[in-house]
């Protein structure tokens, strides 16, 4: 709500006590670091505004009206409030890297990179504590009171937030050695029609997400999987992958660690479209509290490792 000049101010209550404690407006002046003046016109605005006398004034001295002694108990309070707000508000800035950050990810990205950074998070970090909340979809940040949320894409089209990069990744095809052993591997998109495909769908509009290809000679284009399974949850897909159930698509960070350990082959990798970068997202406002940037600078510090595997 806009504050408009028939609204009571902070100030207007302000003086108004302290020319009630200090029993004149020019000591109350010198408190407040104003003139007399400016005390007084600052009252007589009160009273304009709530439409009642609050103070008797003479040449020398001023007193409580009735209505006055009515209200000065509540002004009192909020001069108070006031002041606790500040000294609190302050205490935070001073030490704003305490408290709850609340995050939101991928239910894969949670599983696969973010809950195994939580134990070194909380030894270097003791006094953040998060709320980790999984979901593939996209959270309404200031409705849910979610600090950050961690999506691959481009988000600039959200309204009201602030994007900045996290790590880039590429998708890939795999498949696990077993699943491959006695098979050809495919060597373009048409081979997929001869092997079992895993999928995932998308929760939102229940299609199974298409797989993106560049072709060698740089043209992109989608393939639909004809799928044999299919899943809401891209751990799954990548746990069925793993244990020989078939081939899919997956960000290079949920399937690094079996590549790696050779549970996992990747196929067509002359057909890699181009890299997605995965965002931090959280809502615009001049002031990002200290705990938030921590766990940012922190993320950022541990990014999964891919550049072996790029």
Known sequence: MAITETDITLPQLRCFVAAVDAGSLA?????LGMSAASISKAI????????VRLLHRSTHAISLTQDGQELIAQAREVVRAADAFSRSAGAQTQDSAIGWVR???????????????????????????????????????ARDGVD???????????????????FRFPW????????????????QTDDLAGHRLIGFRNQRNGQVRPWRFRQPGGKVIQFAPEVSAVFD??????NAVVHGAGISCAPLWLA?????????VEVLRDWRDADVTMNFLRLDRRLTPERVSTVI???????????DLI
């Open 27 to 31: 000591e109350a002046g010198r408190q």
């Open 44 to 51: 007589v605005r009160l009273e304009q505004t709530s439409g």
């Open 103 to 141: 995050v939101t990810s991928p239910v894969a990205l949670m599983r696969e990179v973010l809950t195994p950074l939580l134990a070194e998070f909380g030894r270097r970090h003791p006094s953040i504590r998060l709320d980790l909340r999984a979901s593939n979809e996209l959270a309404d940040l």
């Open 148 to 166: 950050l949320a961690i999506r691959s894409g481009s988000l600039v089209r959200v309204p009201g937030h602030v994007q900045s990069a996290w």
């Open 172 to 187: 890939v095809v795999c498949a696990s050695p077993e699943y491959l052993e006695g098979r050809e591997p495919p060597a």
């Open 233 to 238: 949850d891209g751990a799954s897909v990548w």
């Open 256 to 264: 690094a660690a079996d590549l790696r350990a050779g549970r996992a």
């Open 297 to 307: 600078d922190f993320l950022r510090r541990h990014a999964p490792s891919l550049n």
